[in-house]
């Protein structure tokens, strides 16, 4: 039944150059100016495509080279609560979701590798670098938080490392990948620690009652 398949899918290539070889000039010459002003058309869009990414790329750019305000302690307040409740939990979100369906066939819930690796492949991991993306994307309000911001995204990239290396070991079946696996998950949790410090000392410094346990990387 394959060959049969490969025979049809050559032949009807076979027919297909038969039939271009034989229209008439008059079509031939429609065909190559209708060639001619589609290509023209691509070129334009293209051009157009690269224009819009030169002027988006100069724009970002431009805000990143541009110098923060200078804020005051009450501005500085509400930029870190907005920070931290708006733009850490929109990461947060994302990581709980991947992580609970990763606990879903995990640890007690383990049955098989199959399964386990079906749900890393098409929810958990697709999951995460959601987080991934909205950590490289996040705004720093304030340069204080430079340090903070610089640790997030270390720790979201840490933990996407464990979970690809989570994959690896699956699917090549080697123990050492999952323990180094493990390994880096434990990296991970040692940096969420040192993050948390940091962040509860700049709220205390900006009278801001700060939760970690409610925030994304609670242990």
Do not use: W
């Not at 947060?92 to 066939?105: F, H, I, N, R, S």
């Not at 070991?169 to 390994?183: F, T």
């Not at 990296?187 to 700049?202: F, G, N, R, V």
């Amino acid at each position: 039944m394959k060959k049969l398949i490969i025979m049809l899918v050559a032949l009807s290539f076979i027919v297909m150059g038969c039939s271009q070889s034989t229209s008439s000039d008059e079509k031939s010459e429609k065909k190559e100016s209708a060639q001619t002003e589609k290509k023209d058309d691509s070129k334009k869009e293209e051009a157009t495509k690269d224009e819009s990414k030169e002027e988006a790329d100069k724009e970002d750019t431009a805000k990143k080279e541009e110098p923060k305000k200078d804020l005051s302690d009450a501005e500085k307040q509400e930029a870190l609560i907005t920070y931290i409740n708006d733009d850490v939990r929109k990461i947060a979100d994302y990581e709980t979701e991947a992580v609970m369906a990763l606990q879903g066939v995990s640890g007690e819930n383990y049955t098989n590798d199959e399964e386990m690796y079906e749900v890393l492949t098409k929810e958990v991991i697709p999951t995460y670098e959601k987080a991934v993306d909205t950590a490289e994307n996040i705004e720093t309000p304030f340069d204080e938080l430079e340090p903070m911001t610089a640790k997030l995204k270390d720790i979201v990239a840490t933990y996407h490392e464990a979970l690809m290396l989570q994959k690896e070991g699956i699917e090549k079946q080697d123990v050492s990948l999952i323990e180094e696996s493990n390994a880096v998950a434990q990296e991970y949790l040692l940096a969420a620690q040192e993050y948390h410090m940091a962040m509860s000392d700049l709220a205390k410094k900006y009278n801001v009652d700060y939760q970690p346990d409610n925030q994304q990387f609670s242990n």
